[in-house]
């Protein structure tokens, strides 16, 4: 029942994980997620994502949502690291097609998609086999793999760093 037909997969999202319990809110920047056309395609046909620290004071919360909202970028409440985990993103593209060039499944002839979510690990493989594997990048839906179709991040440690970190 999805309402953004994507010609290249079925579903996309972004989700924030971490040691806090999230709420999935669309439009909403207290969402931990998102999906579809939340995402907000720009004229390249990429989607700028700011995902904003929870510690960031409820003052600076409205002056930098108005800003990013008016530069039609879509918004995450961040993780927290825990004792068992870190705050990490994980990106979803289901049912690629075989022209997305980012796509997670291998294409004859095409793309070499992610080797461990197919035939590049073996099946329960421990994480400790694939943290010290000698390229342990390429178990990973990374850059290496999945070229501009990757996540790109530019990490600002104020507000006021985002406007110089734009361009």
């Given at each position: 029942?999805?309402?953004?037909?994507?010609?290249?997969a079925t579903y996309i999202s972004l989700t924030m994980y971490g040691v806090?319990?999230?709420?999935?809110?669309?439009?909403?920047?207290?969402?931990?997620?998102?999906?579809?056309?939340?995402?907000?395609?720009?004229?390249?046909?990429?989607?700028?994502?700011v995902v904003w620290s929870r510690r960031l004071p409820a003052r600076e919360?409205?002056?930098?949502?108005?800003?990013?909202?008016?530069?039609?970028?879509?918004?995450?409440?961040?993780?927290?690291?825990?004792?068992?985990?870190?705050?990490?993103?994980?990106?979803?593209?289901?049912?690629?097609?075989?022209?997305?060039?980012?796509?997670?499944?291998?294409?004859?002839?095409?793309?070499?998609?992610?080797?461990?979510?197919?035939?590049?690990?073996?099946?329960?493989?421990?994480?400790?086999?694939?943290?010290?594997?000698?390229?342990?990048?390429?178990?990973?839906?990374?850059?290496?793999?999945?070229?501009?179709?990757?996540?790109?991040?530019?990490?600002?440690?104020?507000?006021?760093?985002?406007?110089?970190?734009?361009?």
């Amino acid at each position: 029942d999805t309402t953004f037909a994507d010609s290249e997969a079925t579903y996309i999202s972004l989700t924030m994980y971490g040691v806090n319990v999230n709420i999935y809110k669309p439009d909403e920047p207290e969402s931990a997620s998102l999906a579809n056309a939340e995402f907000q395609p720009d004229v390249t046909g990429g989607s700028t994502i700011v995902v904003w620290s929870r510690r960031l004071p409820a003052r600076e919360r409205e002056q930098f949502f108005a800003y990013a909202r008016a530069h039609g970028w879509a918004l995450m409440r961040g993780g927290r690291v825990g004792p068992l985990t870190t705050a990490n993103l994980l990106l979803r593209i289901k049912r690629a097609n075989d022209s997305y060039y980012g796509g997670y499944t291998p294409v004859a002839g095409g793309r070499t998609g992610v080797p461990c979510y197919f035939d590049g690990a073996p099946q329960g493989a421990l994480w400790s086999e694939i943290e010290n594997a000698a390229d342990p990048m390429a178990y990973v839906a990374s850059f290496q793999n999945l070229g501009n179709a990757a996540p790109q991040g530019v990490h600002c440690a104020s507000v006021a760093q985002v406007r110089t970190a734009r361009a």
